[in-house]
């Protein structure tokens, strides 16, 4: 019997792919709800793997158009990032044929630290952006980074599995031991009794070529493990 220690809502970057239809397949088959973050590049590339997930329950989120760092652009880029991403993401919304309820953004590499950082999270809260419910994130670093204060979506655990591109010795085995790592910038281990998770995966081709199915061999060891997904939440800054 599976004794639920940590509590996590399940999100995915850098989508669509090719791959996309074959993950939403076996989230749904877990009863898995996921909010996938997609940038406009792929959209454009891939309308309808974004189409077939949202149909099949999944939540989309904004990624940016081309992936770029924030940190490094204007305030006028960022936004401009943003809104051609949001007119892409309504298009899916409008052939999937589903009413879109929430408008989430996540920051590319987590790059938030923006010189005009209050302008853009004015703006993202003035254009209707939400965040996921965060109150209840147990992590130290993610109280100290002050992400509960930001519109944006960060996360508090990171498969990193998008190593295997650059390094393809890194194995399964590699991935999971690093679960049990646990980290100096944050108290808390993915596994850890009663402790509530923003859990990173990545819809990447590459990955899969290296390690085949990679989403459904991570997602399966840390529910054995203890990890119940959940139905993401949202709320509006007051």
């Given at each position: 019997m599976v004794i639920s220690m940590s509590i996590a809502y399940l999100t995915m970057d850098d989508g669509p792919s090719d791959i996309t239809r074959d993950i939403i397949d076996y989230l749904t088959e877990r009863g898995?709800?996921?909010?996938?973050?997609?940038?406009?590049?792929?959209?454009?590339?891939?309308?309808e793997e974004g189409v077939y997930a949202l149909k099949k329950g999944a939540i989309?989120?904004?990624?940016?158009?081309?992936?770029?760092?924030?940190?490094q652009l204007t305030l006028e880029q960022c936004i401009s990032e943003v809104e051609k991403t949001e007119e892409l993401i309504n298009?899916?919304?409008?052939?999937?044929?589903?009413?879109?309820?929430?408008?989430?953004?996540?920051?590319?590499?987590?790059?938030?630290?923006?010189?005009?950082?209050?302008?853009?999270?004015?703006y993202l809260e003035n254009q209707g952006f939400c965040k996921l419910e965060d109150t209840h994130i147990?992590?130290?670093w993610y109280d100290r980074e002050g992400l509960k204060e930001g519109v944006d979506v960060l996360w508090t655990y990171d498969f990193t599995e998008y190593r295997v591109h650059n390094d393809t010795s890194l194995t399964y085995e590699d991935?999971?031991?690093?679960?049990?790592?646990r980290k100096q910038e944050?108290?808390?281990?993915?596994?850890?009794?009663?402790?509530r998770h923003i859990v990173l995966l990545h819809d990447h081709m590459e990955t899969n070529a290296v390690i085949p199915r990679y989403y459904q061999k991570f997602l399966d060891y840390v529910m054995l493990h203890g990890v119940t997904f959940i139905k993401p939440e949202f709320q509006y800054l007051p």
């Amino acid at each position: 019997m599976v004794i639920s220690m940590s509590i996590a809502y399940l999100t995915m970057d850098d989508g669509p792919s090719d791959i996309t239809r074959d993950i939403i397949d076996y989230l749904t088959e877990r009863g898995i709800k996921p909010i996938f973050f997609f940038t406009g590049q792929h959209i454009e590339k891939k309308m309808e793997e974004g189409v077939y997930a949202l149909k099949k329950g999944a939540i989309i989120g904004n990624h940016s158009y081309s992936h770029p760092n924030f940190e490094q652009l204007t305030l006028e880029q960022c936004i401009s990032e943003v809104e051609k991403t949001e007119e892409l993401i309504n298009e899916i919304y409008q052939h999937a044929g589903v009413v879109r309820k929430f408008k989430l953004f996540r920051f590319p590499y987590g790059a938030r630290k923006l010189k005009e950082s209050e302008e853009f999270q004015e703006y993202l809260e003035n254009q209707g952006f939400c965040k996921l419910e965060d109150t209840h994130i147990t992590s130290e670093w993610y109280d100290r980074e002050g992400l509960k204060e930001g519109v944006d979506v960060l996360w508090t655990y990171d498969f990193t599995e998008y190593r295997v591109h650059n390094d393809t010795s890194l194995t399964y085995e590699d991935f999971i031991a690093r679960i049990y790592e646990r980290k100096q910038e944050s108290s808390e281990l993915l596994l850890d009794e009663e402790s509530r998770h923003i859990v990173l995966l990545h819809d990447h081709m590459e990955t899969n070529a290296v390690i085949p199915r990679y989403y459904q061999k991570f997602l399966d060891y840390v529910m054995l493990h203890g990890v119940t997904f959940i139905k993401p939440e949202f709320q509006y800054l007051p």
